[in-house]
């Protein structure tokens, strides 16, 4: 959506995504290419490969703990057991998928469909684990011999860990930004986001919050821009909602604008507001505001 703040030389821009914490369905910057991987004895056989109903990543304890059924015990793996985690690209019926290398040969489907993306960047950002792409049409789970309807559930962090689903929009446009291509400052596993999000804030809520605050963060861009009357760009804000509302942390995700005051006006101003209480806990919130002159 186009906003048009008080100021008569500026256009300001915004759009969002809200999610806990916030990753970007395709942000597949922080995903490696396919190639140059080391074999796992006995893994290309696919009667090797199974489909858990549950996979819980222990950040704390460093391990993996699948749940295969009601009836079985829990497996438990170490993180060291893991060679890595390959990636299965959407291709024609077959959606995205997710698959644990194991060194004892075992290929394990632990994600599949919408929010496999997302998965993709936590998993290797919160465990280290190596990620590697398929090429297009390889490595799917074939569905047509008795795997399970429902796709495998996924939890990650200390403990239990925590579900996460997809962003409900796409979290940074790093490509084809009118001011430049975005250069990200801050990563995805930032430590001030680890053990936040779980809540839940409407986006119209916060959307209505930060368009009565519109004219302060254009103010950040009208002083600069009386200096350089080309100054133009976008700057990602990601910051974290508290439970009764008050921003309790907010830091520059990327930029392409490269202007120190700017972007250091915008992230004071995301600190200083003040949102609805969310409900269930944390939000984690990626915004980009963008700049340009009329």
Known sequence: MTLRPVYPRALLALAFSVVGPA????????????????????????????????????????????????????????????????????????????????????????????????????????????????????????????????????????????????????????RGDRGGELRVVAEDDHAALRGEGGGTLAKEQIDLVIKERMALYSRCYEKELRRDAQLAGKVVIRFVVDKDGSVKHAHLRATSMNNSVVESCVTSEVLQTRFPRPNGGTVVVSYPFSFQPR
């Open 23 to 174: 990753f970007a369905a395709d942000d597949d910057e922080f995903l490696e290419p396919a190639g140059g991987s080391e074999e796992v004895e006995g893994a290309a056989d696919r009667s090797t490969w199974s489909w858990p109903d549950e996979t819980r990543f222990n950040t704390s304890a460093n391990t993996v703990t699948l749940i295969w059924d009601r009836e079985s015990a829990p497996e438990v793996l170490e993180f060291d057991d893991i060679i890595r985690v390959e990636r299965a690209q959407a291709y024609e019926s077959s959606p995205e998928e997710l698959f644990l290398r194991v060194a004892d040969g075992r290929r394990i489907l632990f994600s599949r469909g919408a929010d496999a993306a997302t998965h993709a960047v936590l998993t290797k950002a919160l465990t280290g684990f190596r990620l590697e792409v398929m090429p297009p049409g390889q490595g799917h789970f074939d569905t047509r011999n008795g795997a399970k309807a429902a796709s495998p559930r996924v939890r990650i962090g200390p403990g239990d860990g925590v579900v996460y689903r997809r962003a409900q929009a796409t979290d940074l446009a790093l």
